[in-house]
């Protein structure tokens, strides 16, 4: 009689341990409950019946175990949500930095293109021929096609054949091609 009483307060002890992890820990109490402990598995069956006792013990903390860590998960996501909500925020200001940065680099892009237009077109046809002969082809062109058509047809008259030719394409939208190849009905280039 004393042996089984010893046994269902062990029983007892387990139990209220795996209530007590189940508490505070959710993902340790599901393991834990299916664990069996060395001295329940070295007993017989029959000894290791649950009493009156124990499972009116269980049954008073279920309730309050579950609530405990429903209240910790809920508390746990609301910290998770408003840390979530702090880092969207930090986004969505550096993301209107970024583009007010960005517009404001494109207003000084295109102001400096109004400039450099605007400078070009009051030089004279020789010394805008020079200066756009040394430049790269890209920028040439494009300060080429947004001159007018009169100061551009100027320019590029004061220019080397070859360079000018070479600008006019690039202004068209043609790739610049090899000195030796061919155009497309098989005539060579100049």
Not at 8 to 28: D, E, R, Y
Not at 56 to 65: E, G, H, K, Q
Request: hydrophobic residues 45%; aromatic residues 4%; positive net charge.
């Amino acid at each position: 009689m004393m042996a089984s009483n010893r046994l269902a307060i062990k029983s007892l002890c387990s139990v209220s341990f795996a209530a007590f992890v189940l508490a505070l820990a959710p993902g340790m109490a599901l393991a834990q409950a299916t664990r069996t402990t060395p001295a329940a598995a070295a007993t017989p069956p029959a000894a290791a019946a649950p009493t009156p006792d124990s499972e009116a013990f269980c049954t008073s903390i279920r309730d309050p175990a579950a609530e405990a860590r429903f209240a910790w998960q809920a508390k746990t996501l609301k910290s998770l949500e408003g840390k979530l909500s702090d880092t969207l925020a930090k986004l969505e200001e550096k993301k209107a930095e970024l583009k007010r940065l960005m517009d404001q680099r494109d207003a000084e892009t295109q102001q400096a293109e109004t400039r450099m237009v605007e400078i070009f077109s009051r030089m004279r046809p020789e010394a805008a021929a020079l200066q756009l002969a040394a430049m790269d082809q890209g920028i040439a062109a494009s300060l080429l096609g947004k001159l007018a058509p009169r100061n551009a047809s100027a320019v590029l008259n004061e220019m080397e054949a070859a360079r000018a030719a070479q600008l006019a394409e690039a202004m068209n939208g043609n790739r610049l091609r090899p000195a030796n190849a061919t155009a497309p009905t098989g005539a060579r280039t100049r």
